[in-house]
């Protein structure tokens, strides 16, 4: 496939002008108004990098996510017995993100995405009476219910604070970067 070379620094900065004569960098969604864009933005199992900390010491995992917009907080599925869940029983506190966009090799349109998401994660093990039906929204794959029950336990991340960051919303004349808050 063809590749689009990068711009140039100049059309760069050309970008750059145009963008910032335009543009609020106050500006900012409401509260309300901004969870209508992390909806959308996370329609179904998405893969986040996620971070626990124990003895000081923060370890890093990839972990699909996925949102239950009514309550405002995501469910992850994970192995019993993970380092990851030791961490989490000890101190639940996570730093999440998950990120998209443009690349320099990749070349194409110049836009970034990303959800990063500080909160807390409670583990829910199989003998919780929310296991099963947080289970089915979660949408498992290659897995029977069965096996999951005695194989995985879930996380419900209830996020304290999120960071939305598009570049689209540049357009709209407002900041790429936009925060929500649970109240």
Do not use: C
């Not at 063809?2 to 050309?14: G, L």
């Not at 910032?20 to 996370?42: F, G, I």
């Not at 998950?98 to 090799?105: C, E, L, M, N």
């Not at 996380?155 to 604070?161: F, G």
């Amino acid at each position: 496939l063809p590749r689009t070379r990068p711009p140039t620094q100049e059309q760069h900065a050309a970008e750059e002008d145009h963008v910032h004569v335009h543009r609020d960098p106050a500006a900012r969604r409401t509260e309300s108004e901004l969870w209508q864009h992390v909806h959308p933005a996370l329609p179904g199992r998405e893969r986040f990098s996620m971070a626990t900390v124990h003895r000081g010491r923060p370890t890093n995992t990839t972990i699909d996510f996925v949102l239950d917009k009514d309550e405002k907080v995501f469910y992850a599925v994970s192995e019993k017995g993970t380092e990851k869940l030791s961490h989490l029983k000890r101190n639940p506190n996570i730093s999440a993100v998950r990120a998209d966009g443009w690349t320099v090799a990749e070349g194409g349109a110049r836009q970034w995405f990303s959800i990063q998401i500080d909160g807390t994660s409670e583990v829910i093990t199989s003998k919780d009476a929310r296991f099963m039906p947080i289970l089915k929204k979660f949408e498992l794959v290659r897995i029977s219910e069965e096996r999951a029950i005695r194989r995985f336990d879930i996380q419900r991340i209830t996020p304290r604070h999120i960071v939305f960051f598009d570049t689209t919303l540049l357009a709209e004349g407002i900041s790429p970067y936009q925060y929500w808050s649970r109240d």
